[in-house]
């Protein structure tokens, strides 16, 4: 059983800046590296949208066009962690933000489409808010 852990979530003002982390519980012996991960956001009344993705094969990153330049995803394999540094935050990336992996090791293809993805955490709350 996958399980994933968001966390970094928080309330800040516009213009500021917020680390998420995406870890794989030690119980569930998965490891990030060899996957894609994927960064998904849900605002209220919202459908869930794709922010950001990292290949599990040679690190490519992939990113909405409403966060590049102002959002920078990475993994750190040793920790089994990948990071979304959120910067110039806005009040419109207001929403619960989420992490997701798919059950095979290629990236998806439509990397923003939360049906190519099959686990997911439980997610964490981003409000930004003067």
């Known amino acids: 059983q996958v399980q994933l852990v968001e966390s970094g979530g928080g309330l800040v003002q516009p213009g500021g800046s917020l680390r998420l982390s995406c870890a794989a519980s030690a119980a569930s012996r998965f490891r990030l590296d060899y996957y894609a991960v994927g960064w998904f956001r849900q605002a209220p009344g919202k459908e869930r949208e794709g922010v950001s993705c990292i290949s599990g094969s040679d690190g490519s990153t992939y990113y909405a066009d409403s966060v590049k330049g102002r959002f920078t995803i990475s993994r750190d394999n040793a920790k089994n962690t990948v990071y979304l540094q959120m910067n110039s935050l806005k009040p419109e990336d207001t929403a619960v933000y989420y992490c997701?992996?798919?059950?095979?090791?290629?990236?998806?293809?439509?990397?923003?489409?939360?049906?190519?993805?099959?686990?997911w955490g439980q997610g964490t709350q981003v409000t930004v808010s003067s």
């Open positions: 997701a992996v798919p059950d095979v090791t290629t990236t998806p293809v439509k990397w923003g489409d939360s049906r190519e993805y099959d686990f």
